[in-house]
């Protein structure tokens, strides 16, 4: 563990801004009261989806930063693909996030999703940065740290971290591209480095946290 803390400090403070890490910061600061945040209860009031939880999260984050940071929901990427959430400072779109809901949920009978679709296959996560769709700025040039949040409904954080793991070598990606734990408290906080078409490798931030507690 000592030595994972110790990599991922070198990431964090190698950062090659530090709007970034300051950015880190923020949201671990306020991610562990999200849940419980009016926003969270209003917004989710009706429809618990992948989206709404997204929504809820930028206007809280939004809100609690007094527009030091712009929390964007659907942000365009490169060609016709949008991510998650672009976060903006100022006008610069500095960070993205791809969201998803663990477990991935079953989809319509038109059109079913993968349980493993955090990391690969039809409109995964890892995978569209590894494939440079995602994590570029709004002139296309691609951010070396982005970001995933997974709201978690069913099972504990090790729990998780196995499975996102296990899809890893199941897609048959290099063993050092899987997850580190960094801390597992209210929160989870991980890092993961991956390989990215034509341009330099990308480190996400992957921060976790239950809208339903485990048993």
């Known amino acids: 563990?000592?030595?994972?803390?110790?990599?991922?400090?070198?990431?964090?403070?190698?950062?090659?801004?530090?709007?970034?890490?300051?950015?880190?910061?923020?949201?671990?600061?306020?991610?562990?009261?999200f849940t419980n945040s009016q926003e969270f209860v209003d917004i989710l009031e009706k429809k618990k989806n992948e989206n709404q939880h997204s929504l809820s999260f930028c206007v809280y984050m939004t809100n609690g930063c007094k527009s030091a940071y712009y929390f964007s929901r659907e942000n365009a990427q490169k060609g016709s693909h949008t991510i998650d959430i672009g976060v903006y400072q100022g006008s610069n779109l500095i960070f993205t996030i791809e969201a998803k809901l663990l477990p991935t949920p079953k989809g319509t009978k038109k059109e079913s999703r993968a349980e493993h679709e955090y990391v690969y296959g039809k409109g995964a996560g890892i995978q569209r940065f590894r494939d440079g769709f995602h994590g570029v700025d709004n002139q296309d040039?691609?951010?070396?740290?982005?970001?995933?949040?997974?709201?978690?409904?069913?099972?504990?954080?090790?729990?998780?971290?196995?499975?996102?793991n296990q899809w890893i070598s199941d897609a048959q990606w290099d063993e050092s591209e899987q997850l580190k734990k960094i801390y597992f408290k209210s929160i989870a906080k991980l890092f993961s480095r991956h390989s990215r078409l034509k341009t330099s490798d990308v480190t996400l931030y992957h921060f976790w946290i239950y809208t339903v507690r485990p048993k």
């Open 141 to 164: 040039n691609p951010l070396s740290e982005n970001g995933m949040i997974a709201y978690i409904k069913e099972n504990d954080f090790e729990y998780w971290l196995f499975k996102v």
């Open 1 to 33: 563990m000592n030595n994972i803390q110790h990599e991922f400090r070198e990431i964090d403070e190698g950062s090659s801004d530090k709007a970034i890490s300051d950015l880190i910061k923020y949201i671990e600061e306020k991610l562990p009261d």
